[in-house]
T-cell receptor, first 115, second 113 residues
């Protein structure tokens, strides 16, 4: 069964360091999402791509966060510098296309701890 | 703007009892509605979804949900809880076309033996 791959699963870093997360969506899925999930809360959308284009990054803290999907396939989310409040689970999801029934397929997530 | 409210951050039931997890939504356009389940340290998995048509939707693992437009609700039920149902459940809404999916805060389900 096709899955969304994410790495690393766990990352511990000190504040002010740089950190990066990688996501490989299900083959053929045009839409890719990065969500942040703080412990005890629901996922919050950070950025959404359609192929290689950003369609929504209104909730992405652009002073420290960046995301790219250069060839419209895999994606990288970067945080620089990391802050204590960035400790969370970073979830990647994909779907076939924007204008369809909206089911999201999630990876297992990357759990970030900032010390 | 769309939003989702899940009533009760924690729900505890006995094994074999009815499971009822509540979800109310707000949407200015006809919504697509979803329930996802999340097990510890894992991503979310779709349980069921409502897009159009029949308002009673059946999902995996014996769960079902009913879309009630007049009540703006999409409550999740299961007739008989099993220990393996213990997890966190998220209700979600998107506009028609799935442009942006908004999640509720989640309800953690505990199942007692």
């Amino acid at each position: 069964e096709a899955e969304v791959a994410q790495s690393p699963r766990y990352k511990i870093t000190e504040k002010s360091q740089a950190v990066a997360f990688w996501c490989d969506p299900i083959s053929g899925h045009a839409t890719l999402y990065w969500y942040r999930q703080i412990l005890g809360q629901g996922p919050e959308l950070l950025v959404q791509f359609q192929d290689e284009s950003v369609v929504d990054d209104s909730q992405l803290p652009k002073d420290r966060f960046s995301a790219e999907r250069l060839k419209g396939v895999d994606s990288t989310l970067k945080i620089q510098p990391a802050e204590l409040g960035d400790s969370a689970m970073y979830l990647c999801a994909s779907s076939l296309a924007l204008f369809e029934t909206g089911e999201l397929f999630f990876g297992e997530g990357s759990r970030l701890t900032v010390l | 703007a769309q939003s989702v409210t899940q009533l009760g951050s924690h729900v505890s039931v006995s094994e074999g009892a009815l499971v009822l997890l509540r979800c109310n939504y707000s949407s200015s356009v006809p919504p697509y509605l979803f329930w996802y389940v999340q097990y510890p340290n894992q991503g979310l998995q779709l349980l069921l979804k409502y897009t159009t048509g029949a308002t009673l939707v059946k999902g995996i693992n014996g769960f079902e949900a009913e879309f009630k437009k007049s009540e703006t609700s999409f409550h999740l039920t299961k007739p008989s809880a099993h220990m393996s149902d213990a997890a966190e459940y998220f209700c979600a809404v998107s506009d028609t076309g799935g442009f942006k999916t908004i999640f509720g805060a989640g309800t953690r389900l505990f199942v007692k033996a």
